[in-house]
């Protein structure tokens, strides 16, 4: 059982890593391409993990939840953060335009990584290579990409899902959101005792299970 456990973490741990980090690096991209230089000048835009790390959400946390699913079987909710990527919105000349597309470039980074894990994958098939670790690596790419995405996708904030959509309200449902956002982890926390997160995650899982049975 233990053995099973290390051997899990083991194939979560580089696309983890990986869509935490890049998800982040995202969010300071988009808002340097947006006129903000912030993150860019506290080397935050970069494929490197050390500065993006929080010992929290970046190890214990997810690593946890890996070690859970492993040792009591099932594919548990799995989730986690990096430290935030610092924006600072005076640079940016539609506020609330520029706010939306930075949050929604983490998401978006999730998506596209989720997708060059099966291309990865379909090339290893294609290949012959059925390496039992480097196919459940991709697997486990495909999937961990995908549920960060519908985690980061729920809209509340303080999540990219709430920026996402204080974006698209009109002034009153603005003031809604940043009026509910100092709770919005305890919201989060009720949701997920709830069953509320997995509610929101099925279909993204769906969708990974399915592509990865056609590309299998």
Known sequence: MIASAIQTICIYALPLIFAITLHEAAHGWVAGRLGD????????????????????????????????????GGGGLLFG????????????RHYNRDMMLVALAGPASNLLQALLWAILLKGLV????????????????????????????????????????????????????????PYGMVILMVLMVGGGLWFFAKPFLMFGQMLVNFIL
Do not use: Q
């Open 126 to 181: 294609m290949a012959g290579i059925y390496e039992r670790f480097f196919i459940e690596v991709c697997k486990a790419g495909i999937i961990v990409n995908l549920m960060l995405m519908a985690f980061n996708l729920i809209p509340i904030p303080p999540l990219d899902g709430g920026r996402i959509l204080r974006g698209l309200m009109p002034d009153a449902g603005r003031e809604f959101l940043d009026k509910i956002e």
């Open 37 to 72: 230089p912030t993150a860019r000048l506290l080397g935050r835009v970069t494929a490197n993990p050390v500065p993006h790390i929080d010992p929290v959400g970046t190890v214990i946390v997810p690593g946890a939840l890996i070690l859970m699913s492993a040792l009591w």
């Open 81 to 92: 953060w990096a430290k935030p990527v610092p924006v600072n919105p005076r640079y940016f």
